[in-house]
């Protein structure tokens, strides 16, 4: 069983949105902070948001008044709410739960 599946990728237009989802088994959610990383084409994994089991948040500046991390702990998800969507947020959006705990991500693709 993989555990952290990512999910809600796809292909938008410039200041579309959409939601991405991230789901992991509950023995590793639930005791971890989740967080939303991205990869573009010929750049290296950058951070995007986080939010910890206690609630704090932290975003990118990039992606700050954009973006919204969500947790449901009872789920065993995350979600990312992605708003006003531009074309330097195309990559690959991966989801990790914890220090040791990577999906295989999903693609965002923005066109102008």
């Known amino acids: 069983q993989v555990p952290v599946v990512e999910s809600g990728g796809g292909l938008v237009q410039v200041g579309g949105s959409l939601r991405l989802s991230c789901t992991a088994s509950?023995?590793?959610?639930?005791?971890?902070?989740v967080a939303w990383y991205r990869q573009a084409p010929g750049k290296e994994r950058e951070f995007v948001a986080q939010r910890n089991t206690g609630g704090a948040f932290a975003y990118a500046d990039s992606v700050k008044g954009r973006f919204i991390i969500s947790r449901d702990n009872a789920a065993n998800t995350a979600n990312l709410q992605m708003n006003n969507l531009k074309p330097e947020d195309t990559g690959v959006y991966y989801c990790?739960?914890?220090?040791?705990?990577w999906g295989q991500g999903t693609q965002v693709t923005v066109s102008s």
């Open positions: 990790r739960v914890g220090d040791s705990y």
């Open positions: 509950g023995r590793i959610f639930v005791r971890n902070y």
